[in-house]
Structure formats: structure tokens, C-alpha cells
């Protein structure tokens, strides 16, 4: 049963900086793997992180195939479970991370698994990367990821589907910065006009950096945090803020971050820096990702499903690889609350979505359709 299998999934905590609890949920991908007859490479983690698993069926060779891209990482931290348990409720199946995307993780096994069993291949090699570092950006699975790309035909990404079953054929580019402002300190009371407040100084730049926002281009500039001063009565002398940029075109991601590195100071005495950068490339609805859509919508026709595609504020590891091979988001399970502790899929969607991903596997060829 398949929601029982995820329900063993979920019930591993592994937010990503627990990297034991992370471990062991590889551990266990790697042994049902291993079970179905996959050829399982275990990629240790850099810099303290969790490892990542580069997973292969035992037929097709090395050619170009399809690649399936799962993370096992979550945001929920250790011992949510305590007071979030996995349980059932009617059509919807809860618990942390079940959605985001052990769901889809583990219907990417369980579509494996079953064409396995039913001893059929693939006309592709298929190839599956289980990655424990997505939620903080993909920092040390990012070369890895785009490494196994570009010897790919085709990249499958196990997200969540959106909006009632919808798959994702575009999503925001994501870019993430540091503006710091150096001030001079002074005594708030017996010397205030000698100093340059930092603070001040940070307010004027997130008038402008907020600015920058275009709704009806799809660019969101964002400051989320904001830290600086030392004490009530002294002049601020150092100030930091993050910013958060999401784009839909590289064009606009190449104009955004240029106005944002180009910031000057505008009270004199007061420095400015803006560190950063692209984090995240826009995944675009290129003619290779419609067509890929296109065959898709076909084949859950086949299965009664009538299938939509949506575009999306959220990254994915599929940015990293839509603009190299034709890439398809969002074929995990249905559901909602990705990241709260109301987090569920629907029970009603895991049967569908799992054929889906079999019927992919079985007709993607180095022409299409077979």
C-alpha cells in the first residue's frame, strides 16, 4: 500500500540540519532500492551535510535517460512528531514533510518498484538523485544535480503538485543577497550630530530595494530580516539586512541584481555593500518543457486525468536543469500546507500520480513518445 509506505518515510524526521535523522531516512531509500534491483551510489555529504543517493535501474547502459530528482530533506525540526504525528483524516494523510516531498519521493520508488516486480524496463536509461539539502537552497547537491543533467534526456522532479494536481512547467528564479551599511557611532545624547546612523541609512535603501518590485512583471524584492545597532543610547554604527529576489527571465534577473549591486550610500559618512547573487535560475516554459508537458498531458489523459501545468513564485532543483534538458515539475502527490503543521497530501491522488510517473518512465525515448 502505498500511503502506508510513505507513512515509514514521514515517520523518519530529517530536517536538513539534522543530518542523522536525514541519514537514516537515506539509509532506508537506499536498502528499498537496493531490494528492487537499483545500482545505489551513496554520495557523502560535503561540509558536514547529509549524504545524497544517485540511484540507476539495472538495465539501459549509460546513454542519455531520464532523470528523476527527489529531495528527503524537510523544514520541520527535530521532534515535530511529538506533537505533529503522522495520521489519517478522511482523504487526507498528515504529517511532516508528506507533502513536501516524501510523497512524491516515494512514488518515484514505488513506480520503480513496480515495474521491477512486473520484470518490464524502461526504452531510457532511468536514473533517480535523492538529495538532502534542497530546503536551504541545494548548496552542496546543486554541482551534483547539474552534473547528472547534462548526461539526461529528460529530468522528472517529485515536488508537490500545485493547485489541485497541477504540474509545474515554470517557476520563479530565486536570487538571495546581504546589503551591510556602515555608519559612525556616536553618543546619543551628548553627541548625536557627530554620528551616521546605519540604521537610518538602511531605511532609505529598503524604500528603494522594496521599489524594485514589479507585480505585473512577476519580480518580488523582498527584505526579510534586518539586524544592526549596539545600544539605545548610541548612534547605530552597523546595520545588515537580507534580501530575497524572484524573477521570471534571466533578462530580469540580470537587471534586478544589477540595480541591486549598484546601491550607493545616500547620507554621507555611510558606507554600502550588497553581497550575493543568483541562486536559483528561472526555470522558463521553454518549447523542450512544453513538449514534455504535452506528452504528459497525453498520458494522463490515458489514465482518466485530466492534467493542467501552472507556473510558480517557489524554487525547485528543476531550475537548475529546465534550461539544459526538458524538465517537468510538480509530479508528486496533491495536497497542501508545505512547510506548517497542517502539511497533508490526498490519499485520492497517490494511485493517479504514481502511474503517471510509471507511464513517464515507460514511454520517454530519444524521440518522445513511444
Same mark, same amino acid.
Given at each position: 500500500?502505498?500511503?502506508?509506505?510513505?507513512?515509514?518515510?514521514?515517520?523518519?524526521?530529517?530536517?536538513?540540519?539534522?543530518?542523522?535523522?536525514?541519514?537514516?531516512?537515506?539509509?532506508?531509500?537506499?536498502?528499498?532500492?537496493? =531490494?528492487?534491483?537499483?545500482?545505489?551510489?551513496?554520495?557523502?555529504?560535503?561540509?558536514?551535510?547529509?549524504?545524497?543517493?544517485?540511484?540507476?535501474?539495472?538495465?539501459?547502459?549509460?546513454?542519455?535517460?531520464?532523470?528523476?530528482?527527489?529531495?528527503?530533506?524537510?523544514?520541520?525540526?527535530?521532534?515535530?512528531?511529538?506533537?505533529?504525528?503522522?495520521?489519517?483524516?478522511?482523504?487526507?494523510?498528515?504529517?511532516?514533510?508528506?507533502?513536501?516531498?516524501?510523497?512524491?519521493?516515494?512514488?518515484?520508488?514505488?513506480?520503480?518498484?513496480?515495474?521491477?516486480?512486473?520484470?518490464?524496463?524502461?526504452?531510457?536509461?532511468?536514473?533517480?538523485?535523492?538529495?538532502?539539502?534542497?530546503?536551504?537552497?541545494?548548496?552542496?547537491?546543486?554541482?551534483?544535480?547539474?552534473?547528472?543533467?547534462?548526461?539526461?534526456?529528460?529530468?522528472?522532479?517529485?515536488?508537490?503538485?500545485?493547485?489541485?494536481?497541477?504540474?509545474?512547467?515554470?517557476?520563479?528564479?530565486?536570487?538571495?543577497?546581504?546589503?551591510?551599511?556602515?555608519?559612525?557611532?556616536?553618543?546619543?545624547?551628548?553627541?548625536?550630530?557627530?554620528?551616521?546612523?546605519?540604521?537610518?541609512?538602511?531605511?532609505? =535603501?529598503?524604500?528603494?530595494?522594496?521599489?524594485?518590485?514589479?507585480?505585473?512583471?512577476?519580480?518580488?524584492?523582498?527584505?526579510?530580516?534586518?539586524?544592526?545597532?549596539?545600544?539605545?543610547?548610541?548612534?547605530?554604527?552597523?546595520?545588515?539586512?537580507?534580501?530575497?529576489?524572484?524573477?521570471?527571465?534571466?533578462?530580469?534577473?540580470?537587471?534586478?541584481?544589477?540595480?541591486?549591486?549598484?546601491?550607493?550610500?545616500?547620507?554621507?559618512?555611510?558606507?554600502?555593500?550588497?553581497?550575493?547573487?543568483?541562486?536559483?535560475?528561472?526555470?522558463?516554459?521553454?518549447?523542450?518543457?512544453?513538449?514534455?508537458?504535452?506528452?504528459?498531458?497525453?498520458?494522463?489523459?490515458?489514465?482518466?486525468?485530466?492534467?493542467?501545468?501552472?507556473?510558480?513564485?517557489?524554487?525547485?532543483?528543476?531550475?537548475?536543469?529546465?534550461?539544459?534538458?526538458?524538465?517537468?515539475?510538480?509530479?508528486?502527490?496533491?495536497?497542501?500546507?508545505?512547510?506548517?503543521?497542517?502539511?497533508?497530501?490526498?490519499?485520492?491522488?497517490?494511485?493517479?500520480?504514481?502511474?503517471? =510517473?510509471?507511464?513517464?518512465?515507460?514511454?520517454?525515448?530519444?524521440?518522445?513518445?513511444?
Amino acid at each position: 500500500m502505498l500511503l502506508a509506505g510513505i507513512s515509514t518515510w514521514v515517520e523518519i524526521e530529517s530536517q536538513t540540519a539534522d543530518v542523522a535523522g536525514v541519514n537514516r531516512l537515506m539509509d532506508r531509500v537506499a536498502t528499498g532500492y537496493r =531490494q528492487a534491483g537499483a545500482l545505489v551510489d551513496r554520495i557523502a555529504g560535503e561540509a558536514g551535510a547529509a549524504d545524497h543517493l544517485s540511484i540507476a535501474a539495472p538495465w539501459g547502459g549509460d546513454g542519455p535517460g531520464v532523470l528523476v530528482l527527489c529531495h528527503l530533506d524537510t523544514v520541520h525540526p527535530k521532534g515535530t512528531l511529538d506533537r505533529f504525528n503522522f495520521r489519517v483524516e478522511g482523504d487526507r494523510a498528515y504529517g511532516p514533510g508528506i507533502y513536501d516531498m516524501k510523497g512524491g519521493a516515494y512514488l518515484a520508488y514505488a513506480a520503480y518498484r513496480s515495474l521491477a516486480e512486473a520484470g518490464r524496463t524502461t526504452p531510457l536509461p532511468l536514473r533517480f538523485l535523492y538529495t538532502s539539502d534542497e530546503e536551504i537552497g541545494s548548496p552542496h547537491s546543486r554541482a551534483l544535480i547539474e552534473a547528472h543533467a547534462r548526461s539526461a534526456r529528460y529530468v522528472l522532479v517529485t515536488e508537490p503538485a500545485r493547485d489541485g494536481g497541477k504540474v509545474v512547467t515554470a517557476r520563479k528564479g530565486v536570487a538571495r543577497f546581504v546589503i551591510t551599511v556602515e555608519g559612525r557611532p556616536a553618543h546619543s545624547g551628548s553627541r548625536h550630530e557627530e554620528g551616521r546612523s546605519a540604521i537610518v541609512e538602511m531605511a532609505r =535603501q529598503i524604500i528603494a530595494i522594496e521599489g524594485m518590485t514589479d507585480y505585473a512583471r512577476g519580480i518580488t524584492v523582498n527584505v526579510g530580516k534586518i539586524e544592526g545597532g549596539t545600544a539605545a543610547n548610541t548612534v547605530p554604527a552597523h546595520c545588515w539586512a537580507t534580501i530575497d529576489v524572484r524573477v521570471r527571465s534571466v533578462a530580469d534577473a540580470d537587471e534586478i541584481i544589477a540595480r541591486l549591486v549598484a546601491l550607493r550610500p545616500k547620507t554621507p559618512g555611510t558606507r554600502v555593500e550588497v553581497a550575493g547573487g543568483l541562486n536559483r535560475p528561472p526555470f522558463e516554459r521553454n518549447p523542450g518543457v512544453a513538449r514534455l508537458f504535452e506528452h504528459a498531458r497525453g498520458l494522463a489523459r490515458e489514465l482518466g486525468i485530466d492534467l493542467e501545468d501552472c507556473y510558480t513564485g517557489g524554487g525547485s532543483d528543476g531550475n537548475f536543469t529546465a534550461h539544459v534538458v526538458p524538465t517537468l515539475d510538480g509530479l508528486g502527490v496533491d495536497g497542501n500546507g508545505a512547510h506548517t503543521l497542517e502539511e497533508h497530501l490526498l490519499i485520492s491522488s497517490l494511485v493517479p500520480r504514481m502511474l503517471l =510517473q510509471r507511464r513517464l518512465f515507460e514511454t520517454l525515448t530519444d524521440g518522445g513518445r513511444t
